[in-house]
């Protein structure tokens, strides 16, 4: 444990921030799913609306690197590949 007042205000800190970035990777994941089940079952326009959603939320999440950027980049083009290809 940290002994400084200063130590211990940085721990929680990182705390709030960490079940912060866990829960907008959660969210990522989950919108994740929920594409490639839409894709899967040839619902291409409800597909393109999450694909959306999901672009944006990637773009977010790594201006405020909790992915990287390039992650993000790769990411939306295998999914935009994924979605063109069904």
Do not use: G, W, Y
């Amino acid at each position: 444990m940290p002994i400084k007042k200063s130590a211990l205000k940085e721990l929680r800190k990182s705390k709030k921030r960490h079940l912060h970035n866990i829960s907008i990777s959660s969210e990522l994941k989950t919108l994740n799913k929920k594409f490639i089940s839409l894709v899967d079952a040839k619902k291409i326009e409800q597909a393109k609306e999450i694909l959306c959603r999901l672009s944006a939320k990637l773009d977010s999440a790594a201006n405020k690197k909790i992915i990287h950027k390039k992650k993000a980049s790769r990411k939306k083009s295998r999914l935009a590949r994924k979605l063109r290809a069904s």
